[in-house]
């Protein structure tokens, strides 16, 4: 079953809405990839997504820490710690392991990754966009 980027999903915060969605992108490559019968090698295409999530998280967390700065988001080093734990994890991928037992790999960072979004997006980053509400950003 692919993921499906839902609204209950939006925060309401453009950027940071497209950019989850891309998350959601990301997820389904992997889904997709773990799938691919026709793949029976599938180690480059799993260290592309790893440095492909790895490299998009970073910009995307950059761009809410930003927002938050920019409305005084009391939480914010909560969710700095969050996302310094979330590429720890991609930074901590034993490419070893992973070339030994692809699939299974594929199939944990699905589950990591699935449960994260979910459980971030609708809980931390849904507080983000509460305080957003009252602190309209100024037109650029």
Known sequence: MKYEF????L???EQIDKEHEHLFELANQTYDLLHDELVTDKYDKIVDL???LREY???HFAHEEEYMESIGFQHIWSEKRAHKLFVAKLD???LKKVDENQDQYIEELL???VKWL?????GADKRIADPAKSHKKPEA
Do not use: M, Q, R, S
Request: cysteine-free; hydrophobic content about 35%; proline content about 0%.
């Open 6 to 9: 839902t609204e209950d999903y």
């Open 11 to 13: 925060t309401g915060i």
């Open 50 to 52: 790893i440095n492909e």
């Open 57 to 59: 998280t970073k910009t």
């Open 92 to 94: 901590a991928a034993d």
């Open 111 to 113: 589950d990591f990754l």
């Open 118 to 122: 979910g459980a971030h997006i609708k």
